[in-house]
């Protein structure tokens, strides 16, 4: 009988036991780190729904700068990726970013994120667009901050802003330390290759020779032509200067990455041109910037930089001409 009784407690704890709600686990997934992808495509998802309400359709496209105003080769990929993520939406008109620099270079409007309101207006009104998506990258040492500008080029200002976070791994690190460019107000000192080291580009670079400043501004290729293009400025008096070349001393010439040579390029300062043969004896304005383009023609293959670029230049009351080298020019199209 007590057997009986105790087989019917042990059943009865058995039934009870099976209805007890099975004990969770507790299962901790390792965060997932979101990818350079993954973040680009969030931050065009951002910049794309600030447009949706809007009647926008032609936008353009600025390279991103960090908090310095300087623009490395990170700032030059994340534009390109906006452009060709926004334009895959088939909802948008981008303009190619090489024109879009080229007339930058041309208006003498900078290439940095960081665009005033006049500059905007500008931009619309040459190009046709109706927004601009620029902005900046912010360092963070392990992760880098991207925040991304909508600007209105109808009244200059700010109508939206996008922003995301990317771990930096070993790509990003590389596009942020090499191509380093300044903006137009900086200074870059030549940099001197060593055996082990490639010679950084120097895309924006001044230099001032008998008080006269040259402050390189781009050098593009279309075609087959390759134009160079500075704003020169006269920092001391009122003085006459001519451009020289045509001859075995006075010439302006560049020489690219493989060693090829070209010379005698057609001349433009200001509304002075004189073909081939330099352009003489033009009087330069003291502190009045003027743009000065050297166009080499029958540059059948694009070089990737202008490895040495000299230019000749006489001031009258010089005895002897002087010259200008520039080295290592990223070439961009």
Not at 54 to 69: M, W, Y
Not at 129 to 152: C, F, P, Q
Not at 185 to 211: D, M, R
Request: net charge neutral; aromatic share 8%.
């Amino acid at each position: 009988m007590k057997f009986i009784k105790f087989s019917i407690l042990v059943l009865i704890f058995i039934v009870l036991t099976a209805c007890l709600p099975a004990a969770k686990t507790t299962i901790t997934e390792k965060p997932k780190n979101l990818t350079l992808d993954d973040q680009m495509n969030k931050l065009t998802g951002q910049i794309i729904s600030s447009f949706k309400e809007s009647k926008i359709r032609k936008i353009a496209v600025i390279e991103f700068a960090d908090l310095n105003g300087n623009v490395t080769n990170f700032g030059s990929f994340i534009a390109e990726e906006l452009i060709t993520r926004i334009f895959m939406t088939n909802k948008f008109e981008v303009v190619e970013r090489n024109l879009l620099n080229k007339v930058l270079a041309e208006q003498k409007l900078g290439i940095t994120g960081f665009i005033d309101e006049e500059s905007a207006i500008s931009i619309g009104r040459l190009l046709g667009v109706e927004a601009i998506v620029t902005g900046s990258i912010t360092d963070l040492v392990n992760d880098v901050k991207l925040n991304a500008r909508l600007i209105s080029t109808e009244t200059g200002s700010i109508f939206s802003v996008a922003s995301v976070s990317i771990q930096k791994d070993e790509t990003i690190r590389k596009l942020m330390g090499e191509g380093m460019q300044k903006n137009n107000s900086s200074l870059i000192n030549e940099s001197i290759p060593t055996k082990t080291q490639e010679p950084q580009t120097n895309l924006l670079q001044t230099q001032i020779k008998h008080g006269i400043k040259f402050e390189l501004e781009s050098c593009f290729y279309t075609g087959e032509f390759l134009s160079i293009i500075f704003n020169m400025t006269n920092e001391s008096t009122d003085k006459q200067i001519s451009l020289l070349d045509r001859s075995t001393k006075m010439y302006v010439r560049f020489i690219d990455d493989q060693g090829r040579e070209y010379r005698s390029p057609n001349i433009k300062l200001g509304t002075h041109r004189n073909g081939w043969n330099g352009i003489q004896d033009i009087t330069v304005v003291e502190g009045v910037g003027t743009q000065l383009i050297y166009k080499f023609s029958n540059v059948k293959i694009k070089p990737n930089i202008v490895k040495r670029l000299d230019i000749l230049l006489q001031i009258p009351e010089l005895n002897n001409c002087f010259e200008v080298t520039y080295r290592n020019i990223e070439v961009t199209e």
